[in-house]
């Protein structure tokens, strides 16, 4: 019993660790306004890199996000560009208030956890 109760706290401080490491993702949430005002700020740029693939956005929706400070704050975004059809984008707010889309992968679905 004492092993378990021993797992139990390890997992529990390294998971709390994690969590608020500078550097590291955060858990996965709802986007929040202010998420939503940074993701909209660069979707033009989204959407032209999508363009370039070949990919029509019928539908530009950011539902889910984690992030982590460093430096400036980093966003690894979930958004619904179809139905059925997802993409995740890395953008980086810097601390000057610039921001910037650093990767898009495209091909999710929402199931894929934001890695």
Known sequence: MAWISLVFFVATVAGAL???LPGGY???NFVTPYVRQVVFSVKGDIVSRLIDLGIR???F???FYRG????GTGYLVKIRIDY?????????RHLSGSTEVL???VG?????PLV
């Open 18 to 20: 994690s969590q608020s």
């Open 108 to 112: 999710k679905s929402l199931a894929d």
């Open 84 to 92: 059925g059809q997802y993409i995740h984008a890395s953008i980086f």
């Open 57 to 59: 956005v019928y539908d």
């Open 26 to 28: 955060g858990e996965t």
């Open 61 to 63: 929706e950011p539902l």
């Open 103 to 105: 990767d898009i992968e």
């Open 68 to 71: 982590r400070v460093a430096a």
